[in-house]
């Protein structure tokens, strides 16, 4: 089915090696908002008390710049049978766009598998030890260089071979008409939250290629989360990692389980000073 992305006015704040790119968390709401209004089958779906996605795959990025020349669409497939996992439905998120010669390519963005047996939300470590706390500013500043829009880890960022913990807030003035999902910003901060402990640790700066399953108990449409980043394996091209995003009384409202995370091909190292320092530190 043909679909039309949101408009997003501050998407040019979303920058990635310095071209203007739609976030994925974006693509992934437009995906979840299609998928709750329409099944497969075209019928109303009803709403799930946890919203489950498995297999979500990110293979391109979709730049601002050709957003006005596509053509968008959304491909809603039943999924494989499997007793243990239940109804589910793969959708995908395509462009089209018309190139030279009344030639045209089509790219996949985004694709992820949705719905399934009653999911177990999987609990984060009661604590992290970090070895640096680093103003979120600073990082922003530095390390993850976007605009306003999406600055939205907060305070201190404390970080640890065992993995790291953040604050993240949506920025004001909210969204109007989100999905089930909640607040994208709130996951795409937590996400920062990740990139920057792979800097630290990986050494290098990775971005979200994919997961293997999100768990969402209690979406919030506007406010505030603790987030955790905790790592599975980390390899010298690629990362894998488990998030969380949780409310005042340390409830988790959010999961994001196998995060893989992958640097670009000919992306820049970071700064030296946030790569292996000696010792527990605070930055400034």
Request: proline share 9%.
């Amino acid at each position: 089915m043909s679909v039309f992305l949101p408009d997003l006015p501050e998407v040019a704040d979303h920058a990635i090696a310095g071209i203007a790119t739609v976030p994925a968390v974006e693509l992934l709401d437009l995906l979840v908002r299609t998928v709750t209004v329409h099944g497969s089958d075209g019928e109303s779906q009803g709403v799930p008390s946890i919203l489950s996605m498995r297999q979500a795959r990110f293979p391109r990025f979709l730049p601002v710049e050709e957003v006005q020349r596509c053509t968008f669409a959304v491909t809603l497939e039943d999924a494989a049978s499997d007793p243990h996992l239940g109804t589910r439905t793969r959708a995908t998120f395509t462009s089209r766009i018309a190139l030279a010669g009344g030639m045209h390519r089509t790219r996949t963005h985004a694709a992820v598998t949705f719905g399934g047996a009653d999911p177990k939300i999987p609990q984060p470590p009661a604590a992290i030890a970090h070895d640096v706390e680093l103003p979120a500013a600073r990082a922003y500043q530095d390390l993850i260089p976007l605009g306003p829009r999406f600055c939205n880890l907060r305070g201190f960022v404390r970080l640890g071979r065992e993995g790291g913990t953040g604050i993240v807030r949506s920025p004001e003035p909210p969204r109007a008409d989100l999905s089930l999902a909640g607040c994208p910003y709130l996951v795409d901060g937590a996400m920062h939250l990740a990139c920057l402990w792979g800097q630290r640790y990986a050494g290098y700066v990775a971005y979200p290629t994919g997961f293997a399953a999100r768990l969402i108990a209690a979406p919030l449409m506007h406010g505030q989360r603790r987030c955790m980043v905790v790592p599975r394996s980390v390899g010298s091209r690629h990362m894998s990692c488990d998030l969380w995003l949780t409310d005042e009384a340390n409830r988790v409202c959010d999961a994001i389980v196998g995060l893989d995370m992958a640097p670009l091909a000919t992306g820049a190292l970071p700064p030296a000073w946030v790569v292996h320092p000696l010792g527990p530190q605070r930055l400034s």
